[in-house]
């Protein structure tokens, strides 16, 4: 296929693209900088700079493509920055507008497939029923225009194309993140907020770039790509304190939770996602049933990417 990607040097992106080039793919990427755009050539992407927000600065990207992947978003860069709301400013410009207008300049151009990200850990809270895609999202102030991004995948679709929505679970890898979330329980404290018999969602950052690759074949639709076996999060921890040999930490209390405000009110939310919609309809399963089976393969990987 000919496909177009946004996103392309992020931390779900910059795995989809090596994994299409390997499959045959004639890929072309969005890079914004000379040094991006060379990890793209090397992969074997043909890098392209593009006005995101611009529906003709788009089409001209596009045009002759089979598939537009977008997996344009802007993230802060610390879990304490993702308490501000300020700092989701770009991000929330990127879902609602930059979504439109890629969505827009596909269904002009005639593309037949729009892949869309989206985020899965804003179902409401439903203890510990398991939970699937026709169950009603529930986002708060920070991230709602997760709405404006998978209005336009729809939108696509009902314009006769297929749009995809991919609703990605907590992202888990050998990231800065990660190593902050070392850091907290080094000192004693959980990384994760919310009671520790509430289940949390996650996937690892290589299986969610493999399920992008299946989403090439899915029917028009929204899909969860979650782990197989989403922990506890009291066990999520726990797996993590023991492969990193730290000592269980204890959970934040409950005071912390409510001055964190919506952001954290969500994130302590028990969601017990299920992969199963994905599983079925592509046959895409995750290298790690759970966070409890990758450490071995992430902590390593961490150590070596901060030793590079």
Same mark, same amino acid.
């Given at each position: 296929?000919?496909?177009?990607?946004?996103?392309?040097?992020?931390?779900?992106?910059?795995?989809?693209?090596?994994?299409?080039?390997?499959?045959?793919?004639?890929?072309?990427?969005?890079?914004?900088?000379?040094?991006?755009?060379?990890?793209?050539?090397?992969?074997?992407?043909?890098?392209?700079?593009?006005?995101?927000?611009?529906?003709?600065?788009?089409?001209?990207?596009?045009?002759?493509?089979?598939?537009?992947?977008?997996?344009?978003?802007?993230?802060?860069?610390?879990?304490?920055?993702?308490?501000?709301?300020?700092?989701?400013?770009?991000?929330?410009?990127?879902?609602?507008?930059?979504?439109?207008?890629?969505?827009?300049?596909?269904?002009?151009?005639?593309?037949?497939?729009?892949?869309?990200?989206?985020?899965?850990?804003?179902?409401?809270?439903?203890?510990?029923?398991?939970?699937?895609?026709?169950? @009603?999202?529930?986002?708060?102030?920070?991230?709602?225009?997760?709405?404006?991004?998978?209005?336009?995948?729809?939108?696509?679709?009902?314009?006769?194309?297929?749009?995809?929505?991919?609703?990605?679970?907590?992202?888990?890898?050998?990231?800065?993140?990660?190593?902050?979330?070392?850091?907290?329980?080094?000192?004693?404290?959980?990384?994760?907020?919310?009671?520790?018999?509430?289940?949390?969602?996650?996937?690892?950052?290589?299986?969610?770039?493999?399920?992008?690759?299946?989403?090439?074949?899915?029917?028009?639709?929204?899909?969860?790509?979650?782990?197989?076996?989403?922990?506890?999060?009291?066990?999520?921890?726990?797996?993590?304190?023991?492969?990193?040999?730290?000592?269980? @930490?204890?959970?934040?209390?409950?005071?912390?939770?409510?001055?964190?405000?919506?952001?954290?009110?969500?994130?302590?939310?028990?969601?017990?996602?299920?992969?199963?919609?994905?599983?079925?309809?592509?046959?895409?399963? @995750?290298?790690?049933?759970?966070?409890?089976?990758?450490?071995?393969?992430?902590?390593?990987?961490?150590?070596?990417?901060?030793?590079?």
């Amino acid at each position: 296929m000919r496909v177009f990607i946004t996103g392309a040097t992020g931390v779900i992106g910059s795995r989809v693209v090596p994994l299409l080039v390997q499959a045959g793919n004639d890929v072309s990427a969005v890079s914004r900088s000379a040094h991006n755009r060379e990890l793209l050539r090397r992969a074997g992407a043909t890098p392209v700079e593009v006005d995101l927000f611009d529906v003709p600065s788009v089409r001209r990207a596009i045009a002759g493509r089979d598939a537009v992947i977008n997996l344009a978003t802007h993230i802060p860069s610390s879990t304490t920055k993702m308490m501000l709301r300020w700092a989701w400013r770009e991000n929330d410009k990127i879902r609602r507008y930059g979504s439109t207008a890629i969505a827009a300049a596909a269904r002009a151009e005639g593309v037949r497939r729009m892949i869309q990200e989206s985020y899965a850990t804003v179902y409401p809270d439903r203890g510990d029923a398991w939970i699937d895609e026709s169950v @009603p999202i529930a986002p708060t102030a920070y991230n709602r225009t997760i709405l404006d991004a998978e209005r336009a995948a729809d939108q696509f679709t009902e314009a006769g194309g297929t749009g995809v929505v991919l609703r990605f679970a907590n992202l888990y890898g050998p990231d800065a993140l990660l190593a902050e979330m070392l850091g907290m329980m080094r000192r004693g404290w959980s990384p994760l907020p919310g009671d520790p018999n509430a289940y949390v969602s996650s996937v690892a950052q290589d299986d969610a770039a493999t399920a992008v690759v299946a989403a090439l074949g899915v029917p028009a639709g929204t899909y969860n790509v979650v782990d197989d076996e989403p922990l506890r999060r009291g066990e999520w921890v726990r797996s993590l304190a023991d492969a990193a040999g730290i000592p269980m @930490p204890k959970p934040l209390p409950a005071w912390m939770t409510k001055l964190g405000g919506s952001t954290v009110r969500l994130l302590s939310r028990s969601e017990r996602i299920s992969n199963r919609k994905l599983r079925e309809a592509s046959g895409w399963a @995750p290298k790690y049933r759970s966070a409890r089976d990758a450490w071995g393969d992430v902590l390593p990987a961490l150590s070596a990417a901060r030793a590079a």
